[in-house]
Nanobody
Framework: QVHLVESGGGLVAAGTSLRLSCVIS????????VGWFRQPPGKEREFVASISKNSQTEYADSVRGRFTISRDNARNTVFLHMNKLKPEDTAVYFC?????????????????????WGQGTQVTVSS
């Protein structure tokens, strides 16, 4: 059973940065594609970024150029580096591992393509 634990959220001012971490266990890390999603208050969960097994990446338009997803295979960890944060980035952020087998360079982006999820970490950006 795959277990994902997010950390690194908090309350920050607009324009600043945060780094979220997602530690994954229960499955060979090199076989996992990972995604970050977020759920703003009162809204549906939405895709943020994903990374394939060989570190190809995908980003939502709203975060491209400000957020960077990366992975450290030695530490079974995926990071989400968030720069130039905006109040509209306020949300609970979740990481998730892929549900289906996929090519090494494929980074899934749809909710249904992920089968295991973390508990989430709150990010609040004040204006």
């Amino acid at each position: 059973q795959v277990h994902l634990v997010e950390s690194g959220g908090g309350l920050v001012a607009a324009g600043t940065s945060l780094r979220l971490s997602c530690v994954i266990s229960g499955r060979p890390f090199s076989d996992i594609a990972v995604g970050w999603f977020r759920q703003p208050p009162g809204k549906e969960r939405e895709f943020v970024a994903s990374i394939s097994k060989n570190s190809q990446t995908e980003y939502a338009d709203s975060v491209r150029g400000r957020f960077t997803i990366s992975r450290d295979n030695a530490r079974n960890t995926v990071f989400l580096h968030m720069n130039k944060l905006k109040p509209e980035d306020t949300a609970v952020y979740f990481c998730a591992s892929n549900r289906f087998e996929s090519p090494p360079n494929y980074a899934p982006t749809a909710d249904f393509q992920f089968g295991s999820w973390g508990q989430g970490t709150q990010v609040t950006v004040s204006s």
